[in-house]
Every structure is written in structure tokens, then in C-alpha cells.
């Protein structure tokens, strides 16, 4: 009859687009995990040895009192950062003290700056007052970080805190510590 007829073709149609529907989907899927997979490779690439040399940093500067770094994925998909203790407790950020946010954020700059050294011209790296919530061994193992880092680039630490001239006159840096007093 013609109604099976009409039912018939209607049918087709709707099986045409699910057909259509469904290819277009696993596109967009296989699309979706190439992406996936190759951000990840850029991750591992290019922030795993950032995140690892900030780790080492981080260690150096909170005087071990934080072994390295971990990024891992919160419940919502979005990448955090933690701080592991010697004991392996993760810290988030937000569970750190002001200093070692501080330290943090220098461990993290100082592995980017590092790392744009190694494949590109030198940047200077300048600061003001960074150490201000570090204590005396702290700053003194950060000054010898910054020392370590003037090897290969220019770095300027401005302060207005004598007891910092007063640790850095006590390091011997190969490149070189040059004070100059605006008082």
C-alpha cells in the first residue's frame, strides 16, 4: 500500500541520517583523542622537565622541608600543582605557607627561565624584594641559586634589606656578586 510504501521510505531516510549522524560523531570522537594525545605528548615534553627542575629548585629553596612537585588532575579535569613533603604528603598550594608560595613561584620562574636559556639568547632576570619572607638560611641558599643562574644569564636583585648584602658577601659566585648602594 501506499502508507507502507510512505512508512518504508521515511523509515530509510531516518536510518540515512543516523548513519550520517553516527559518522560524524566518531569523527569528532577520534578527533577529540588525537587532541588529547598530543597535548599530553606536548605536556610531557615540554612541562615535565620544567616541572621537575622546579621541583629540585623547590626542594633546594624550602631547604628540603619539600622533596619535589607532582601536577596531577582535580575532580573537575583541571591541572593542579602539589608540593610533596619528604614523606610523600601532597600539599596544595593553597595549603603552603606564604613563604613557600614564594619559593614556589620562584622554583617555578627560575625552571622556565632555565629551560628558555638552553634553546634560545639570554633573558636577564630581574627581581625586586623577593626575599623578603624568606629566613636567613633560605635567602642564603636562594642567593646561591640566583649566583649559580648568573653564570649564564644577568641577574639583578634589588633590595632594600642590608642583612641580604651581608649573606651575599659571603658567597663566591664564578660570575661575579656586584652591589651597588643607592643610599
Known amino acids: 500500500s501506499a ?3 510512505n512508512a518504508s ?3 530509510e531516510e531516518h536510518f540515512a541520517g543516523m548513519v550520517s549522524n553516527a559518522e560524524q560523531y566518531l569523527r569528532l570522537q577520534i578527533a577529540a583523542l588525537i587532541l588529547e594525545q598530543r597535548i599530553e605528548n606536548y605536556r610531557k615534553t615540554n ?3 620544567v616541572l621537575a627542575r622546579a621541583g629540585e629548585l623547590f626542594s633546594k629553596l624550602t631547604l ?3 622533596a619535589g612537585l ?3 588532575l582535580n575532580d ?3 591541572p593542579i600543582l602539589l608540593g610533596l613533603r619528604p614523606d610523600d604528603k601532597e600539599v596544595a598550594v593553597n595549603g603552603m605557607s606564604d613563604g613557600s608560595r614564594d619559593q614556589l613561584y620562584l622554583s617555578l620562574r627560575l625552571a622556565t627561565l632555565e629551560q628558555h636559556l638552553s634553546k634560545g639568547e639570554p633573558t636577564p632576570f630581574v627581581v625586586d624584594d623577593i626575599l623578603i619572607g624568606f629566613d636567613d638560611s633560605r635567602t642564603r641558599v636562594c642567593l ?3 649566583a649559580e643562574l ?3 644569564t644577568q641577574v639583578l636583585l634589588f633590595t632594600h634589606h642590608r642583612r641580604v648584602l651581608e649573606l651575599a658577601e659571603a658567597i663566591d659566585a664564578k660570575a661575579g656578586i656586584y652591589t651597588h648602594d643607592l643610599a
Request: charged content about 30%; overall charge negative; cysteine-free.
Open 3 to 5: 502508507a507502507a510504501a
Open 9 to 11: 521510505e521515511e523509515a
Open 47 to 49: 612541562q615535565a622537565p
Open 64 to 66: 628540603g622541608s619539600y
Open 70 to 72: 607532582r601536577d596531577e
Open 76 to 78: 573537575a579535569g583541571k
Open 144 to 146: 646561591e641559586v640566583l
Open 150 to 152: 648568573a653564570a649564564s
